[in-house]
C-alpha cells in the first residue's frame, strides 16, 4: 500500500570490502570507480611521454593504491618522477653553485617525502581499511542509509556487493612486494639522473684583491767632488 518517508539502514560489518551498493535514488554510492577512471585515464597519458621509465601498467598498478592518499599527496610522488627526469637532462654547466646546490636539496627532500608517502600507502592497505569514498545521505563504510519520500506500493530496498577484507589484504601483499621490487630499478634511475654530471658544486670563494704599495726609489748616493779631495 502507499506510504511515505521509507528508510532503510544497512550496518556492514568491519571485516567486509564494500565494492558496490544501491537502492533508492537518495541513498550512498562508491565514488571509488570514478576516481579510478580518472587514475586509468592519467595513467595513459603518463605511460606516453617516455621521460621515466614507467609504462602505462606501471602507472595504473601504482595509482590504484596510490588513490587512496589526497590528491596533492599523489601529485608529489608523480611530481618526484618528472622532476628526476628533468633533471637527467638538464645543463648543469652554466648554473651557479648556489642555484645548483639548491636544486640538489629540494630533489633529495622530495625523494624524503615520497618514499615516505608509499610506505604510508602500504602500512594503510596492509593494516587500515580501504577508502572506497563511500557517501551520500550521511552513509559511510559503516552506515549505509537510503530514503525515499514516498512509496506507491512495495517498500523499497537496498543491496551491497563486499567480499572478505582478507581479499583486499591479500591484494594490498602482492601490491607491496611488487612495489618494493619495482622501487629499486626507480631509484637506480633516480641515482643516474640525481647525480648526471656531479652531485655538488663547491662553491667559489673571491680571493681578496691586494693593493700594492707604490715602492719608493732610492736615490743614488751624492758623488763625491774630486776637487775637494
Not at 601498467?57 to 596510490?66: C, D, E, F, K
Given at each position: 500500500m502507499p506510504s511515505v518517508n521509507a528508510r532503510i539502514e544497512l550496518r556492514p560489518p568491519a571485516n567486509r570490502w564494500i565494492l558496490l551498493v544501491g537502492g533508492p535514488r537518495m541513498g550512498p554510492a562508491v565514488l571509488f570507480w570514478?576516481?579510478?577512471l580518472?587514475?586509468?585515464?592519467?595513467?595513459?597519458?603518463?605511460?606516453?611521454?617516455?621521460?621515466?621509465?614507467l609504462k602505462t601498467?606501471?602507472?595504473?598498478?601504482?595509482?590504484?593504491?596510490?588513490s587512496q592518499v589526497p590528491p596533492p599527496l599523489l601529485l608529489i610522488i608523480v611530481g618526484w618522477f618528472f622532476a628526476?627526469?628533468?633533471?637527467?637532462?638538464?645543463?648543469?654547466?652554466?648554473?651557479?653553485?648556489?642555484q645548483f646546490n639548491g636544486l640538489q636539496i629540494v630533489l633529495g627532500g622530495l625523494t624524503l617525502a615520497t618514499?615516505?608517502?608509499?610506505?604510508?600507502?602500504?602500512?594503510?592497505?596492509?593494516?587500515?581499511?580501504?577508502n572506497m569514498m563511500i557517501l551520500g545521505n550521511g552513509s559511510n563504510r559503516y552506515a549505509l542509509n537510503w530514503y525515499q519520500d514516498q512509496v506507491d506500493g512495495a517498500l523499497p530496498s537496498g543491496w551491497m556487493i563486499s567480499l572478505p577484507i582478507m581479499v583486499y589484504?591479500?591484494?594490498?601483499?602482492?601490491?607491496?612486494?611488487?612495489v618494493s621490487f619495482?622501487?629499486?630499478?626507480?631509484?637506480?634511475?633516480?641515482?643516474?639522473?640525481?647525480?648526471?654530471g656531479r652531485l655538488w658544486k663547491a662553491?667559489?670563494?673571491?680571493?681578496?684583491?691586494?693593493?700594492?704599495?707604490?715602492?719608493?726609489?732610492?736615490?743614488?748616493?751624492?758623488?763625491?767632488?774630486p776637487s775637494e779631495d
Open positions: 570514478g576516481v579510478l580518472i587514475v586509468i585515464a592519467a595513467a595513459i597519458g603518463l605511460g606516453r611521454t617516455r621521460q621515466t621509465p601498467v606501471h602507472w595504473i598498478l601504482l595509482g590504484l593504491v596510490i628526476l627526469a628533468w633533471r637527467g637532462r638538464l645543463d648543469t654547466e652554466p648554473l651557479k653553485p648556489w618514499l615516505a608517502l608509499l610506505v604510508f600507502a602500504i602500512e594503510q592497505g596492509l593494516l587500515g581499511h580501504p589484504r591479500i591484494a594490498m601483499l602482492v601490491w607491496a612486494l611488487w619495482a622501487l629499486l630499478k626507480w631509484l637506480r634511475w633516480g641515482w643516474d639522473c640525481f647525480s648526471g662553491p667559489q670563494m673571491k680571493r681578496p684583491k691586494i693593493k700594492k704599495k707604490p715602492s719608493k726609489a732610492k736615490s743614488p748616493p751624492p758623488e763625491l767632488d
